[in-house]
Structure formats: structure tokens, C-alpha cells
């Protein structure tokens, strides 16, 4: 059953409000981005204005104003290099719980936070769940320098595994989309992908591909909403 937008909006907030009851008074909270991972951080922001202690570390820059926003107690990865759980969203989950992130641009910070933690929960409205990754365009962060070369061997690695597809360069305001760690995402539409597993150690292997939207065996669980309650898988 498809979801109206505002059905959507309601979906991810059930879900974010379920999540919830993931952290309890004393961890330290991984805080993911995107739509989904926003309503968490209010969610959480409200229970530490009530008065759960927890410490949150953020996966964007801009998860991080917000959280300020919100009042919620902030550290570095560097000062809490060991998560107890992090709450993030997906682009698409599929039945193995491999995921499709990054269409906010925040991937790699994403990864880097998910494999710091103990958990990873994801959050999503049900639209996000599918029978097979790749509907979604695959995010795959690159060094800005030969860009051109790593875009080929991109393109001819992937050809190897009978994909093929555009690889189109972010853009945000007529340039190039820069990353919080100053790189620059080419959006890979290769359509359904037979193997996410082989795919993700291929790009592992590229110089210059600094990290890709596909999160194997990170995710613990998932909150899913419908609009009209949740289910946990």
C-alpha cells in the first residue's frame, strides 16, 4: 500500500517515537541524518528535557545543530569512541537488513558512527522496504581529485558485474554537492543489484571511492511504520 507524503511524515515519526525505547538513562547515542532521523532527535530531545542523561553523538553537521536545538548533551566520536546504540533511517532496507544510505549527502560519517556501536537501529516508513537494493540510486562518496578516473573505474568495475547505469555528480545550487568531509558523491543508478555484497568489496577496492551507501551487516534492527502502528524486523 503506497503512503501520501503526509502519511510518510507520520510513518517515520511513529517509528522514531518507537526507537525510543532503544536508549535508556546513561548511553551514549549515535544520531543519525535525514527526514527520519530528525523526528528521533526531537523524540530524544523532548525525554532529555524530561530528564533522561544521555550523550549524543552526531552523524551531520546538521544533526548536530539540531540536536543543540533540542538541548541534547553532544561528545565527538573521538571522545566516545564506543556507542551503545546508534538510531539512523534508510534510503531502502532490504529483507537481509542491507541498506541503501546517503541520499543526504552524510554517508561516510553515517558509516563511520554505525560501526562505532554496539547497535545500529534504523527507522524508516514502510515505502523504504524492498524485495532488492537498487531502485534507489547508490551514493558513492569520492575524493574530489581524479574524479574522472575514478569515475571510469567505477563504471568499468561495475560493468564486470553486468551493472550498468549512469554515475551522475551531486550538484546543490548549480556546484558540485560537497560532503562534511569535503568530498563529492556520485549517485550511481544501476538499478536492481543481484549481489550488494560483492558490489560493496568491488568500490571497497577503488582508490579514490572514500566510502559508498551500501551498510552490510551493520543493522541490528529495524522500526518500520505504516501510518497506523509499527513492526520490528
Do not use: W
Amino acid at each position: 500500500m503506497s503512503l501520501s507524503p503526509s502519511e510518510m511524515d507520520s510513518a517515520r515519526r511513529q517509528a522514531a517515537e518507537a526507537a525510543l525505547g532503544e536508549v535508556k538513562p546513561g548511553m551514549k547515542v549515535g544520531l543519525g541524518s535525514g527526514r527520519t532521523a530528525d523526528h528521533f532527535v526531537r523524540v530524544l530531545g523532548t525525554a532529555v528535557r524530561d530528564g533522561l542523561r544521555i550523550v549524543g553523538v552526531p552523524t551531520s553537521e546538521q544533526t548536530a545543530a539540531l540536536a543543540r536545538s533540542e538541548g541534547i548533551p553532544l561528545a565527538t566520536l573521538d571522545a566516545e569512541p564506543i556507542l551503545d546504540v546508534v538510531v539512523d533511517g534508510a534510503d531502502e532496507i532490504d529483507p537481509q537488513l542491507r541498506l541503501i544510505k546517503g541520499g543526504g549527502g552524510a554517508l561516510l560519517r553515517e558509516k563511520i558512527v554505525a560501526s562505532s556501536a554496539r547497535r545500529m537501529i534504523v527507522i524508516a516508513d514502510s515505502a523504504k522496504l524492498v524485495d532488492r537494493l537498487g531502485a534507489f540510486p547508490l551514493p558513492i562518496e569520492v575524493i574530489p581529485f581524479g574524479l574522472v578516473s575514478t569515475r571510469g573505474r567505477i563504471e568499468e568495475a561495475a560493468g564486470k558485474l553486468g551493472l550498468s547505469g549512469t554515475l551522475k555528480l551531486r550538484e546543490r545550487g548549480g556546484a558540485p554537492f560537497v560532503t562534511d568531509s569535503g568530498n563529492h558523491i556520485l549517485d550511481a543508478s544501476f538499478g536492481l543489484i543481484a549481489d550488494p555484497d560483492r558490489l560493496a568489496a568491488v568500490l571497497d577496492a577503488i582508490t579514490g571511492v572514500v566510502e559508498h551507501g551500501l551498510f552490510i551487516r551493520l543493522a541490528a534492527g529495524a522500526i518500520i511504520g505504516d501510518g497506523h502502528g509499527v513492526r520490528r524486523l
